[in-house]
């Protein structure tokens, strides 16, 4: 499902304008963006959370050459499904 199948699911469910759903999809999507960006993450019960993590530095390999290589430290977003989801999922 892409960003324009979901606004349509959504629209229909809310019996809101696409437009408007479009707006508010897009607006959680920039409030959850900057709450993981600043280390503050977003927490919905029984569906999941939204936080970021912070991944060491290691050595990695070229798979065209095998050369080694350095990649460094970095923060990346993740995403931990709630109890709730990962039930609905089984």
Same mark, same amino acid.
């Given at each position: 499902?892409?960003? @324009?199948?979901? *606004?349509? @699911?959504?629209?229909?469910?809310? !019996?809101? #304008?696409? @437009? /408007?759903? &479009?707006? #508010?999809?897009? @607006?959680?999507?920039? #409030?959850?963006?900057?709450? *993981?960006?600043?280390? /503050?993450?977003?927490?919905?019960?029984?569906?999941? #959370?939204?936080?970021?993590? !912070?991944?060491?530095?290691? *050595?990695?390999?070229?798979? +065209?050459?095998?050369?080694?290589? +350095?990649?460094?430290?970095?923060?990346?977003?993740?995403?931990?499904?709630?109890? &709730?989801?990962? /039930?609905?999922?089984?």
């Amino acid at each position: 499902m892409n960003k @324009a199948e979901l *606004v349509e @699911a959504i629209s229909k469910i809310t !019996q809101h #304008t696409k @437009a /408007d759903t &479009e707006r #508010t999809l897009d @607006a959680f999507i920039e #409030t959850v963006t900057r709450n *993981v960006k600043k280390k /503050d993450g977003v927490k919905l019960v029984g569906f999941g #959370t939204f936080t970021s993590s !912070q991944r060491k530095a290691r *050595v990695g390999r070229n798979p +065209q050459t095998g050369e080694e290589i +350095q990649i460094p430290a970095r923060r990346v977003p993740v995403f931990r499904p709630g109890k &709730e989801l990962k /039930d609905s999922v089984r």
